[in-house]
């Protein structure tokens, strides 16, 4: 099984839709979560910090389910502008390798 | 201005020979890193630094080196260039390590034909 695992969509939500992501992880000492945002064939951008007691910007929702492991996002009111790849992280301290683990994403297409 | 940059953008080059991309952050950051994208869109880390020391090494082959002349500039010289090679090359750099928050360069797309 994976460290962190996404659905990898294509996610086609009509303009105005709510849509939610899940993110899994299999590692409980992880300690740290972000999702990222990644347009086509460019470089990932930071889109939010997942804090324990879920936190909110503007459309977008995130929150973290400690005791069955994952995190979400939900994001409303659906823009095109949102068509992206939405990239899972999770950090996990210590340990030899790799403590940043980014998913392999989930594919998002909003349609007019 | 750009805080990550990279470049080339595009390489292409035959198998066998050696090439090198550069990255150079502008934010001040104590930390840089290399991610490999490849064709399956998987990213994953293949060397971080800080304050020019290698904090980790994932188990990529020694072809690649990292090179880090200074705090702003962290370089990835790769050797023998093989097929499996192709695919996109991030920079990134982080204020300090491991705080999650990256700033990713544009990328360098590597083809090795």
């Known amino acids: 099984r994976k460290e962190v695992e996404q659905d990898p969509g294509p996610f086609n939500v009509p303009e105005g839709a709510t849509v939610a992501f899940n993110c899994t992880y299999s590692?409980?000492?992880?300690?740290?979560f972000f999702w990222y945002r990644q347009d086509c064939r460019k470089e990932p951008k930071l889109l939010m910090s997942v804090y324990s007691s879920g936190n909110e910007d503007g459309r977008f929702t995130a929150q973290l389910n400690r005791a069955s492991q994952y995190i979400s996002l939900l994001i409303r009111d659906s823009k095109l502008s949102d068509s992206a790849t939405y990239l899972c992280v999770v950090i996990r301290y210590g340990g030899s390798q790799g403590n940043l683990i980014f998913g392999k994403g989930t594919k998002l297409s909003v349609k007019p | 201005d750009t805080a990550v940059s990279q470049t080339p953008k595009y390489l292409v080059t035959q198998m066998g020979n050696d090439k090198s991309i550069k990255c150079e952050q502008n934010l001040g950051h104590d930390t840089m890193y290399w991610y490999k994208q490849d064709s399956k869109k998987f990213l994953k880390i293949m060397f971080s630094y800080n304050n020019k020391e290698l904090i980790i090494n994932e188990t990529v082959p020694n072809r690649f080196s990292p090179k880090s002349p200074d705090k702003a500039h962290l370089n990835l010289h790769i050797n023998s260039l093989e097929l499996g090679d192709s695919a996109v090359y991030f920079c990134a750099s982080s204020q300090v390590e491991w705080n999650g928050e990256l700033f990713f360069g544009e990328g360098s797309r590597l083809t090795v034909l």
């Open positions: 590692n409980s000492a992880s300690q740290s």
